[in-house]
């Protein structure tokens, strides 16, 4: 699986995005095969856990950090998935990282995801 993320940006305190991350699946597999989160990494900081969304979408998590404030989903018939994000705060910069994995628990922990993409760069100005 290829993953191109795109949609970050400069945004003010309290603003939106939307993140999007394509994916490219191998001849003879399914998007759907994958369980997709999201993960984001601040300057000097470790990468964390942002959402995941099961492969059929029906279990969905969130971090505390952003419960209430992004939405994930995802377009399996166009291999997408998004990451909404509502009033956004400056602590929310980071590269965001879209993710696939094979599994389906341990979705908090990096090491479950089998396919990463390059990451998009989100800054909240205060």
């Known amino acids: 699986v290829q993953l191109q993320a795109s949609g970050g940006g400069l945004v003010q305190r309290g603003g939106s995005l939307r993140l999007s991350c394509l994916a490219s699946v191998a001849s003879g597999r399914s998007f759907n095969e994958y369980s997709m989160g999201w993960f984001r990494q601040a300057p000097g900081k470790e990468r964390e856990f942002v959402s995941h969304?099961?492969?059929?979408?029906?279990?969905?998590y969130y971090a505390d950090s952003v419960r209430g404030r992004f939405t994930i989903f995802r377009d399996n018939a166009d291999k997408m998935v998004y990451l909404e994000m509502n009033f956004l705060k400056p602590e929310d910069t980071a590269v965001y990282y879209c993710?696939?994995?094979?599994?389906?628990?341990?979705?908090?922990?990096?090491?479950?995801?089998?396919?990463w993409g390059q990451g998009t760069q989100v800054t909240v100005s205060s």
């Open positions: 969304i099961s492969r059929g979408g029906g279990n969905i």
């Open positions: 993710a696939a994995s094979s599994a389906s628990t341990r979705y908090h922990l990096s090491g479950t995801y089998n396919y």
